[in-house]
């Protein structure tokens, strides 16, 4: 008979962490990591560089879930939960996510977590002209200090330990699920 390999669940782990993130860094004290939703995404290739995540805001940019464009009206899906209704989704791109070392794993989920609007509406912070500034590695020098102050709050090891895991003996030694879900895409009503 063959022996069932145990399984975990990356989302839930992950979200595990955004939890104790929005817990533990004031710059992210604003997020209900019950309104956001991680999910997994298979990356399309491992070569270096590529996306490793990305937020997707479930708001048009002033907030609302409506748009009229030339006179057409557009919405964007609601994802309901017991909470309110979904407004940001987080895609991890796996597995070119986990082929990141722990800092840039944790980078990686700062960095998504900042672009959520201090308003927490749904929409996206602007800095500068842009989502990231003058620069992307700018951007994510900035985010050094809070993670620094949240490594220094001495975040739980099991919290932690899915980004400092090896995905390769994770992948061979367990059956890995998580969420997936496409991404949305404004309905014309």
């Known amino acids: 008979m063959r022996r069932q ?8 782990q992950l979200e595990e962490v ?27 290739g491992r070569r270096g560089g590529g996306v490793f995540a990305k ?35 987080v895609y991890i791109y796996v597995p070119r996510f986990f082929d990141q070392p722990f800092e840039r794993r944790l980078l990686t989920l700062a960095h998504e977590l900042y672009h959520i609007a201090p308003q927490f509406d749904g929409t996206i912070r602007r800095v500068g002209n842009g989502a990231h500034g003058a620069s992307r590695n700018r951007f994510n020098d900035n985010l050094q200090p809070l993670l620094q102050n949240y490594l220094a709050s001495a975040p739980p090891a099991e919290t932690l330990a899915i980004l400092r895991g090896d995905f390769a003996a994770l992948a061979k030694d367990n059956l890995l699920t998580g969420r997936a879900l496409p991404l949305p895409k404004a309905i014309k009503l």
Do not use: W
């Open 55 to 89: 937020i997707v805001p479930m708001r048009f940019p002033d907030g609302t879930p409506f748009k009229v464009i030339d006179g057409q009206k557009y919405a964007l899906p609601q994802i309901p939960t017991p909470d309110g209704n979904i407004l940001y989704l």
């Open 5 to 12: 390999r145990p399984s975990i669940d990356l989302t839930a």
């Open 18 to 44: 955004v939890r104790d993130l929005c817990t533990r860094v004031p710059e992210f004290a604003h997020i209900e990591p019950d309104r956001l939703l991680l999910c997994l995404a298979r990356a399309r």
